[in-house]
């Protein structure tokens, strides 16, 4: 009796005192041990996480969500002890793997939640708390730009912290979308209706530092290893107070979790590569987000391709997450019954993006039993349910409820406002003089759906302004900066500048071949047109310097794509996640500077040899090095506002182009005044003027007329240099800005 009582004292409003709680625990001592890692929380949240008898639903009682400042000093403190006893790489690591041992104990020791289980986990100190949200939304329409289509109609209903509520529907249910919604991704759509954070009418992107969202596609990086791809998230993501130790212990922790222990080293692969399997670059698509310790978590079919012990893996891992409070939100395609069981909640959508049930799922059947559809035994439900909305199963007659009523009859059932057209539609299925057929219905009720007939000319100016409108949201949505919430300080621009550089270079040492093929390519273009082209003393090596521009700038140019359109995926998924993008650019420019510098020393160590100019290699290196600058960025804005295709295009016909037109020197005077803002007239007369500076004494006539002939002055040989660096420099700043600007989030 008076263990009994002092239980329920825990669990009232009234706090128990010190003793009476050692009573419970059977400690004779009242004492408190620091530990290292009894206060690894980022945001003191404090849960108090109880299971009740009849559905074993989670409580949760949080603190005020906006006081960082009494929380930073604990933890600033607990951080500068922690790294005073843990400095070696090896203590570090030691420091996780105990934890992770500590954190498999307790798990097991919590599965059979007996009496002292509870007790244990409600005054555990040491459990890791995060912020919560929880997320409501009210008469949720989505409706398509353009064509007026509704995506999603009148969705209510609410998502928890601690709990993982599954998506399911038919194909074309808007499952999604909705997911799309409620992240704050949907482009291209009108969204209506009302969306709570937290029960405020605030943006989602305010809390965007602790929100993961997890790709239907697998965007990872295929030349890094699926460790240091979590780790890049980790490093980047995570608070920039958090001790490395702790970290580790996140990295760790997802790694083990996600049973990805045996392939962390492994490359995970590209399309020309092979690298790990399907199954476990899903997996590692999921940890890049788990890495992050977000609040809520959205994922788009993570269970896709996935084999059913995979599956389960990572149920488990969500599951885990739970229970420190964070709201999972995922989309699912027909789950196994094990799997279904280790859903909290359900979201059914019929065709049209309208609810059919949304609420605990262990008691869909029951909701559906009440409508007089049951399950048929050895029948998995999920699959049974997705079966009726699709139309491929009928409803007995007894029920009475068509696949098509459903959505309606979910509406009365909680009260929900029914659309007008939609109840007029109820009320004459409810006739029992009608005999209303399925397909007719359908018609019926989703009349708002079907498209009127229209001309040609208007189809194409409807898909014209939806374009427009969707690149107008786009826009938009990338300079959306809303207020910070999420209380979470990453690193800042510096920082990541570091971690990308360490990225990106380990992504250039195993493209090692590629940079090979490259070097040697300007090798041979260097000897070809070394041997073929002598610099005449008529000309000073006009037409030998003419061909260098055109093969150097083409074939820097296709190099350089490369930075920028082979992970521009990776890129708006980082940059979606508030990664910074000044730090991405300017990386990958860091980088490439090692080829700006390095190629005029390569196609110069034979092209110099073999045409032997009057000028000295310096002079060619400098006018070299600065022409490889400019059309490095030009480059760069090819990749960045062209597909693949188109972008190697004009990096091919551009330099050819520019150069015929740089190269006429009897034309029209729009021809020429053309010419003056071509990057290779620059070059060539930089070429030129430092080729004709070597001639002295009776050569200085024909210096003079040759210069004449060209319209070159000598005096201008800086000026050129400082010109190509100045394009070089505002094509990159052009790139950069359409990189932030017309990014897909």
């Given at each position: 009796?008076?263990?009994?009582?002092?239980?329920?004292?825990?669990?009232?409003?009234?706090?128990?005192?010190?003793?009476?709680?050692?009573?419970?625990?059977?400690?004779?001592?009242?004492?408190?041990?620091?530990?290292?890692?009894?206060?690894?929380?980022?945001?003191?949240?404090?849960?108090?996480?109880?299971?009740?008898?009849?559905?074993?639903?989670?409580?949760?009682?949080?603190?005020?969500?906006?006081?960082?400042?009494?929380?930073?000093?604990?933890?600033?403190?607990?951080?500068?002890?922690?790294?005073?006893?843990?400095?070696?790489?090896?203590?570090?690591?030691?420091?996780?793997?105990?934890?992770?041992?500590?954190?498999?104990?307790?798990?097991?020791?919590?599965?059979?939640?007996?009496?002292?289980?509870?007790?244990?986990?409600?005054?555990?100190?040491?459990?890791?708390?995060?912020?919560?949200?929880?997320?409501?939304?009210?008469?949720?329409?989505?409706?398509?730009?353009?064509?007026?289509?509704?995506?999603?109609?009148?969705?209510?209903?609410?998502?928890?912290?601690?709990?993982?509520?599954?998506?399911?529907?038919p194909?074309?249910?808007?499952?999604?979308?909705?997911?799309?919604?409620?992240?704050?991704?949907?482009?291209?759509?009108?969204?209506?209706?009302?969306?709570?954070?937290?029960?405020?009418s605030?943006?989602?992107?305010?809390?965007?530092?602790?929100?993961?969202?997890?790709?239907?596609?697998?965007?990872?990086?295929?030349?890094?290893?699926?460790?240091?791809?979590?780790?890049?998230?980790?490093?980047?993501?995570?608070?920039?107070?958090?001790p490395?130790?702790?970290?580790?212990?996140?990295?760790?922790?997802?790694?083990?979790?996600?049973?990805?222990q045996?392939?962390?080293?492994?490359?995970?692969?590209?399309?020309?590569?092979?690298?790990?399997?399907?199954?476990?670059?899903?997996?590692?698509?999921?940890?890049?987000?788990?890495?992050?310790?977000?609040?809520?978590?959205?994922?788009?079919?993570?269970?896709?391709?996935?084999?059913?012990?995979?599956?389960?893996?990572?149920?488990?891992?969500?599951?885990?997450?739970?229970?420190?409070?964070?709201?999972?939100?995922?989309?699912?395609?027909?789950?196994?019954?094990?799997?279904?069981?280790?859903?909290?909640?359900?979201?059914?959508?019929?065709?049209?993006?309208?609810?059919v049930?949304?609420?605990?799922a262990?008691k869909?059947?029951?909701?559906?039993?009440?409508?007089?559809?049951?399950?048929?035994?050895?029948?998995?439900?999920?699959?049974?349910?997705?079966d009726?909305?699709?139309?491929?199963?009928?409803?007995?007659?007894?029920?009475?409820?068509?696949?098509?009523?459903?959505?309606?009859?979910?509406?009365?059932?909680?009260?929900?406002?029914?659309?007008?057209?939609?109840?007029?539609?109820?009320?004459?299925?409810?006739?029992?003089?009608?005999?209303?057929?399925?397909?007719?219905?359908?018609?019926?009720?989703?009349?708002?759906?079907?498209?009127?007939?229209?001309?040609?000319?208007?189809?194409?100016?409807?898909?014209?302004?939806?374009?427009?409108?969707?690149?107008?949201?786009?826009?938009?949505?990338?300079?959306?900066?809303?207020?910070?919430?999420?209380?979470?300080?990453?690193?800042?621009?510096?920082?990541?500048y570091?971690?990308?550089?360490?990225?990106?270079?380990?992504?250039?040492?195993?493209?090692?071949?590629?940079?090979?093929?490259?070097?040697?390519?300007?090798l041979?273009?260097?000897?070809?047109?070394?041997?073929?082209?002598?610099?005449?003393?008529?000309?000073?090596?006009?037409?030998?310097?003419?061909?260098?521009?055109?093969?150097?700038?083409?074939?820097?140019?296709?190099?350089?794509?490369?930075?920028?359109?082979?992970?521009?995926?990776?890129?708006?998924?980082?940059?979606?996640?508030?990664?910074?993008?000044?730090?991405?650019?300017?990386?990958k420019?860091?980088?490439?500077?090692?080829?700006?510098?390095?190629?005029?020393?390569?196609?110069?160590?034979?092209?110099?040899f073999?045409?032997?100019?009057?000028?000295?290699?310096a002079?060619?290196y400098?006018?070299?090095?600065?022409?490889?600058?400019?059309?490095?960025?030009?480059?760069?804005?090819?990749a960045?506002?062209?597909?693949?295709?188109?972008?190697?295009?004009?990096?091919?016909?551009?330099?050819?182009?520019l150069?015929?037109?740089?190269?006429?020197?009897?034309?029209?005077?729009?021809?020429?005044?053309?010419?003056?803002?071509?990057?290779?007239?620059?070059?060539?007369?930089?070429?030129?003027?430092?080729?004709?500076e070597?001639?002295?004494?009776?050569?200085?006539?024909?210096?003079?007329?040759?210069?004449?002939?060209?319209?070159?002055?000598?005096?201008?040989?800086?000026?050129?240099?400082?010109?190509l660096?100045?394009?070089?420099?505002?094509?990159?700043?052009?790139?950069?800005?359409?990189?932030?600007?017309?990014?897909?989030?």
């Open positions: 009796m008076q263990l009994s009582s002092q239980f329920s004292g825990r669990f009232s409003k009234r706090s128990p005192s010190d003793l009476d709680m050692a009573k419970i625990l059977n400690r004779t001592e009242i004492e408190e041990t620091p530990t290292h890692d009894s206060k690894r929380t980022e945001l003191g949240h404090h849960l108090d996480i109880a299971y009740t008898k009849d559905d074993d639903q989670i409580s949760i009682a949080s603190s005020d969500y906006s006081e960082p400042a009494k929380r930073n000093t604990k933890k600033n403190k607990n951080t500068k002890e922690k790294e005073k006893d843990i400095n070696t790489h090896s203590q570090i690591f030691k420091y996780a793997y105990s934890q992770l041992e500590k954190e498999k104990a307790q798990q097991q020791q919590n599965k059979n939640l007996t009496f002292s289980g509870v007790i244990s986990m409600a005054t555990d100190k040491d459990t890791k708390k995060r912020p919560l949200i929880e997320i409501d939304f009210r008469d949720l329409t989505v409706t398509l730009k353009g064509k007026r289509k509704n995506i999603l109609r009148s969705v209510n209903g609410k998502i928890k912290p601690g709990r993982i509520t599954a998506i399911m529907g194909s074309g249910a808007g499952k999604t979308t909705f997911l799309s919604a409620i992240a704050g991704k949907a482009v291209g759509c009108t969204v209506n209706g009302t969306i709570l954070i937290n029960g405020k605030v943006s989602i992107h305010s809390y965007r530092k602790i929100i993961g969202f997890v790709p239907q596609d697998d965007i990872v990086h295929g030349n890094l290893t699926v460790e240091e791809n979590l780790w890049f998230s980790a490093r980047c993501r995570l608070s920039a107070d958090l490395k130790p702790d970290k580790v212990l996140v990295v760790e922790r997802v790694i083990d979790s996600l049973g990805l045996t392939i962390r080293g492994s490359v995970v692969g590209t399309v020309e590569k092979r690298g790990i399997s399907g199954g476990q670059r899903k997996r590692v698509n999921v940890g890049i987000e788990l890495v992050m310790e977000p609040s809520l978590l959205f994922l788009d079919e993570p269970t896709s391709g996935l084999d059913s012990s995979s599956s389960q893996l990572l149920l488990r891992s969500l599951r885990r997450e739970a229970l420190e409070g964070v709201n999972i939100c995922m989309v699912v395609h027909q789950p196994s019954y094990a799997l279904f069981q280790m859903f909290d909640d359900l979201i059914l959508l019929a065709k049209g993006g309208l609810t049930y949304h609420g605990p262990k869909v059947e029951e909701y559906f039993t009440s409508l007089g559809i049951n399950v048929p035994d050895r029948v998995n439900p999920p699959d049974y349910f997705i009726i909305l699709e139309g491929m199963i009928r409803t007995s007659s007894s029920s009475g409820v068509g696949y098509t009523e459903l959505p309606v009859r979910w509406m009365m059932h909680n009260g929900y406002p029914i659309p007008h057209d939609m109840r007029i539609n109820t009320e004459e299925s409810l006739t029992p003089t009608v005999n209303m057929d399925n397909e007719n219905a359908d018609d019926r009720v989703f009349s708002d759906s079907a498209v009127e007939e229209k001309s040609f000319a208007g189809e194409v100016w409807q898909d014209v302004k939806a374009n427009v409108e969707k690149k107008r949201d786009r826009i938009r949505h990338n300079f959306l900066r809303p207020t910070d919430l999420s209380y979470r300080r990453t690193p800042n621009v510096f920082l990541q570091k971690y990308f550089l360490g990225r990106v270079g380990k992504q250039r040492m195993r493209e090692a071949k590629t940079q090979a093929m490259d070097y040697l390519i300007l041979i273009a260097g000897a070809c047109l070394g041997s073929l082209t002598k610099a005449s003393d008529q000309n000073f090596g006009y037409g030998a310097y003419t061909y260098t521009i055109i093969a150097v700038s083409l074939l820097c140019k296709i190099a350089a794509l490369r930075s920028f359109s082979l992970d521009k995926l990776q890129y708006w998924r980082e940059s979606a996640s508030g990664i910074s993008s000044l730090a991405h650019f300017v990386s420019d860091t980088v490439d500077l090692f080829n700006t510098i390095i190629k005029p020393v390569v196609y110069l160590s034979m092209f110099y073999f045409s032997n100019p009057k000028s000295s290699f002079y060619n400098a006018v070299l090095l600065c022409l490889v600058y400019c059309v490095t960025g030009i480059a760069y804005a090819l960045i506002f062209l597909d693949p295709g188109p972008s190697q295009l004009f990096s091919v016909l551009l330099p050819v182009v150069t015929l037109v740089s190269t006429q020197n009897h034309t029209s005077s729009f021809v020429k005044d053309l010419s003056n803002f071509c990057y290779p007239k620059w070059a060539l007369e930089a070429f030129v003027i430092g080729n004709s070597r001639y002295y004494g009776v050569w200085l006539l024909t210096r003079c007329g040759a210069l004449l002939r060209f319209g070159y002055n000598v005096h201008n040989w800086a000026l050129r240099l400082s010109f660096l100045l394009t070089g420099l505002a094509f990159r700043a052009v790139a950069f800005i359409g990189m932030v600007t017309l990014q897909k989030k």
